[in-house]
């Protein structure tokens, strides 16, 4: 993916640190909300280059995404990363879990960058100027970063989570509603790291008390 107009109008314009931020996670049955925060170097030659294959994280398979996860960890100037566990969410709903994440993951970026580029939503409470963007991660090579970033980090948790809770299949569904977590939800109840708020996992509540 090459640099967006907007990306590069905002270079011209001066900002020189312009992070992306997009999250993963949000559909999902279980498991966390996962936001990536990524600053890139926009103004290395090889940049465009080096992430020539970078998408919006859907469009990737697994194996391109881990590739693509290092290059973007060897180019990047500075990545973030920001969990909000099931329990949050239930608590605080989907919307404000997502913002939470990606607050979590621009406060481990450093240096501080000048400008915010955010897939459909915007942070409030925040004095970075920032604008969020429909489908931004299949159109700024920022935003589209940080997809893969969240959706690598995400993936791989919830791998290690179906050795934990097995008859789920996280790591093959990563918590999101097939037909087969649909049954073993039903079958099994819901695990620790499932979100109760969500309907299908409060009608296997109801089941299994």
């Given at each position: 993916?090459?640099?967006?107009?907007?990306?590069?109008?905002?270079?011209?314009?001066?900002?020189?640190?312009?992070?992306?931020?997009?999250?993963?996670?949000?559909?999902?049955?279980?498991?966390?909300?996962?936001?990536?925060?990524?600053?890139?170097?926009?103004?290395?030659?090889?940049?465009?280059?080096a992430?020539?294959?970078?998408?919006?994280?859907?469009?990737?398979?697994?194996?391109?995404?881990?590739?693509?996860?290092?290059?973007?960890?060897?180019?990047?100037?500075?990545?973030?990363?920001?969990?909000?566990?099931?329990?949050?969410?239930?608590?605080?709903?989907?919307?404000?879990?997502?913002?939470?994440?990606?607050?979590?993951?621009?406060?481990?970026?450093?240096?501080?960058?000048?400008?915010?580029?955010?897939d459909?939503?915007?942070?409030?409470?925040?004095?970075?100027?920032?604008?969020?963007?429909?489908?931004?991660?299949?159109?700024?090579?920022?935003?589209?970063?940080?997809?893969?970033?969240?959706?690598?980090?995400?993936?791989?948790?919830?791998?290690?989570m179906?050795?934990?809770?097995?008859?789920?299949?996280?790591?093959?569904?990563?918590?999101?509603?097939?037909?087969?977590?649909?049954?073993?939800?039903?079958?099994?109840?819901?695990?620790?790291?499932?979100?109760?708020?969500?309907?299908?996992?409060?009608?296997?509540?109801?089941?299994?008390?």
């Amino acid at each position: 993916m090459r640099l967006s107009k907007l990306e590069r109008e905002l270079l011209e314009q001066g900002y020189r640190f312009i992070a992306g931020l997009d999250e993963a996670g949000r559909g999902a049955w279980a498991g966390p909300v996962v936001a990536g925060a990524v600053i890139l170097p926009f103004d290395a030659p090889f940049l465009e280059e080096a992430l020539a294959e970078v998408n919006d994280s859907k469009k990737l398979k697994p194996a391109q995404r881990e590739e693509l996860f290092e290059v973007i960890s060897n180019v990047a100037l500075s990545i973030g990363v920001g969990f909000v566990p099931p329990q949050r969410i239930d608590q605080v709903g989907i919307v404000q879990a997502t913002k939470e994440a990606m607050m979590l993951a621009l406060s481990q970026l450093s240096p501080c960058p000048h400008f915010l580029l955010i897939d459909y939503l915007e942070l409030p409470f925040i004095s970075i100027p920032q604008k969020g963007i429909a489908s931004g991660d299949a159109l700024c090579l920022s935003i589209a970063s940080a997809s893969v970033v969240a959706k690598v980090c995400r993936d791989r948790w919830m791998a290690a989570m179906d050795k934990r809770y097995p008859g789920y299949s996280f790591a093959s569904n990563k918590g999101y509603g097939t037909p087969f977590h649909r049954q073993a939800l039903m079958r099994l109840g819901p695990s620790p790291i499932h979100r109760h708020s969500f309907a299908p996992v409060k009608r296997a509540l109801e089941r299994h008390p």
